[in-house]
């Protein structure tokens, strides 16, 4: 079982997190202060895109609340190492100058075939490219495995 961070210290984190310029918009849709996060890809978005990454099923995306749920430390270290940009880097490093990324005032049939090109398709990926997140889960698993923290 995952150790989990107790909830003022979540907090305090999470304020740290949300102050870094990457972090403090949808990585997905550019809405202002998103308060959700998905674990799987390490990137703040907001309640709608939530939801859309929610739709694709837990194989595909996992979805937690910076405000409503309990984190495990290998999830914050994530949160906290891969921001926004970076994640975006990778998953839309292909993506072609003539499409446009949807913004939140796109419709919400746009947004959920962008998402699922970049994330289902990988559409946008450059090929043999490494996925910022795995890779921190990959070094944090790893070291806390060589630490003998659970």
């Known amino acids: 079982m995952e150790r989990t961070v107790d909830i003022p210290t979540q907090e305090k984190l999470f304020k ?3 102050s870094f310029l990457e ?5 997905e849709c550019r809405a202002p202060n998103p308060d959700w996060v998905s674990t799987t890809f390490g990137v703040f ?9 929610r739709s694709f099923g837990m194989h595909i995306a996992r ?3 910076t405000k409503l749920d309990t984190w495990s430390l290998k999830q914050l270290f994530v949160t906290g190492l891969v921001t926004n940009k970076e994640s975006n880097l990778y998953w839309e490093a292909n993506l072609p100058e003539e499409l446009s990324k949807p913004n939140f005032d796109s419709p919400h049939d746009e947004m959920v075939e962008f998402l699922r090109q970049k994330y289902i398709e990988k559409a946008f990926v450059e090929p043999e490219s490494e996925c910022p997140a795995d890779k921190v889960k990959h070094s944090f698993e ?3 495995k060589i630490q003998g923290i659970e």
């Open 63 to 65: 979805v937690k609340s």
């Open 45 to 53: 978005i907001c309640y709608k895109c939530s939801g859309i990454h």
């Open 16 to 18: 740290i997190i949300h």
């Open 142 to 144: 790893l070291e806390f």
């Open 23 to 27: 972090n403090k918009f949808c990585s």
